[in-house]
C-alpha cells in the first residue's frame, strides 16, 4: 500500500508544474496589455512602464515564471489589484467556506445515490425500479437555480423551517447543500445501478447465494465492493465538478464561497485574485484525483498488487 501511495504521489510533481504553468501563463495569454490594465486607460506611458517593471513583466518570461513559483512556495499569491490585500488572506475563508458546501454536497450525493443505485439494481424493472430511474432523470435533467429557487420558496419562505442565504450553522448548509448535490447524486445512482447490475449477473454472487448467505451480506460483501471501482471514479469526478460548479449554487443562496469571489474578480479584472483562485481549485482538484486513486487499492487489493510489481 504504501509502495502504491507512494507512486501515485509521486506522479503529483508533473501535474502539478503543468498546473502551475497553465495559471502562470494567464495574465499573459490575456489580451491586451497587463500593465495597461493594472495602470489603468488613463495612465501615461512613463506609469504603464513603472507598472510594468513593478510587476516583473519587464523580464523574460523564464525568469517571471521562477520568481512566481518561488513565491508561491513561500505562500505568496500577490495582492489583489482592488484592494491591496494578501491574495492568500482574501482566498482562504472563501476556498473553506466552498470546501464546506462541496463536502457536505458530496455527503448528500454519495448517501442518496448508493442507496438509490442498489435499491434500484435490487429491484429490477419494477415500479420501484421506474420510480427511482424517474426520479435520477429529473435530478440529472433540474438546473441548480431552479431548484434551489423552489427549495427556498417551499422550506423557507411557505414553511419557514431553514433560513434562505447566508452562512451560519447547521441549518444553513442543508438546501445548498441539496441543490448542489442532486446533481451528483443522480449522476452516482445510475452509475451504481448500472455496476450493481453488471456484478450481480457474475458466477461468484450466483456462487454466494447458493452457500446460504444472507442477501444482505451477499449484496455488501460480495456484490457492492466489487461494483464500487467505476463508482469511486465517478464521485471523485462529481467532487471536482461540484467544487467548480458551485457558483450558481453560492449566488442563489447568497454563499459566501470562492465561486462568487472569482466571477466579481474576474468581472473587475483583477489577475492576482483569478490566477490565486485558480491555483487553489486545480490543486485541490488534483489531491481529490490522488484520493480516488488511493481509494482503488483499498476497495480492489489487485489494483495495488499489479501496480507495485509492474
Known amino acids: 500500500m504504501a509502495a502504491y501511495a507512494g507512486r501515485r504521489i509521486a506522479l ?10 497553465v495559471v502562470f501563463m494567464m495574465l499573459h495569454l490575456t489580451p491586451g496589455d497587463p500593465a495597461r490594465m493594472v495602470a489603468g486607460i488613463n495612465a501615461t506611458p ?16 523564464h525568469i517571471q515564471y521562477l520568481r512566481y513559483v518561488r513565491r508561491l512556495l513561500q505562500g505568496d499569491m500577490g495582492r489583489s489589484l482592488a484592494t491591496r490585500e494578501q491574495v492568500l488572506l482574501n482566498l482562504w ?65 411557505q414553511l419557514g423551517w431553514l433560513p434562505s442565504a447566508g452562512r451560519g450553522g447547521f441549518a444553513h448548509l442543508i438546501l445548498p447543500a441539496i441543490t448542489l448535490g442532486t ?10 445501478r448500472a455496476s450493481m447490475l453488471d456484478v450481480l449477473n457474475q458466477e461468484y454472487v ?15 460483501r460480495h456484490a457492492l ?24 449554487t453560492e449566488t442563489v443562496f447568497a454563499w459566501p464561497g470562492i465561486g462568487r469571489f472569482l466571477v466579481d474578480a474576474i468581472k473587475a479584472r483583477d489577475f492576482p485574485i483569478v490566477q490565486g483562485g485558480v491555483l487553489i481549485s486545480a490543486v485541490t482538484f488534483v489531491v481529490v484525483n490522488l ?20
Open 225 to 248: 465492493k466489487n461494483a464500487l471501482i467505476p463508482v469511486i471514479t465517478v464521485i471523485g469526478l462529481q467532487t471536482g465538478q461540484l467544487l467548480g460548479g458551485a457558483v450558481l
Open 12 to 21: 503529483l510533481g508533473p501535474v502539478l508544474f503543468g498546473v502551475s504553468v
Open 206 to 220: 450466483q456462487a454466494a447465494r447458493a452457500k446460504g448467505l444472507r442477501e444482505r451480506v451477499v449484496l455488501a
Open 183 to 192: 446533481l451528483a447524486m443522480a449522476v452516482v445512482a445510475r452509475m451504481t
Open 93 to 157: 475563508p472563501r476556498y473553506l467556506a466552498t470546501v464546506e458546501l462541496t463536502a457536505a454536497a458530496t455527503v448528500v450525493a454519495v448517501t442518496l445515490g448508493l442507496t438509490i443505485g442498489i435499491v434500484s439494481a435490487t429491484r429490477q424493472y419494477s415500479f420501484i425500479d421506474s420510480g427511482l430511474s424517474v426520479l435520477a432523470l429529473v435530478g440529472i435533467s433540474t438546473p441548480a437555480y431552479w431548484l434551489g429557487l423552489m427549495l427556498m420558496l417551499l422550506f423557507s419562505l
Open 291 to 310: 484520493v480516488v486513486d488511493l481509494l482503488y487499492s483499498v476497495v480492489d487489493p489487485r489494483i495495488r498488487y499489479s501496480s507495485v510489481g509492474d
Open 46 to 61: 512613463e506609469q504603464v512602464e513603472e507598472v510594468r517593471r513593478i510587476l516583473g513583466l519587464d523580464q523574460p518570461l
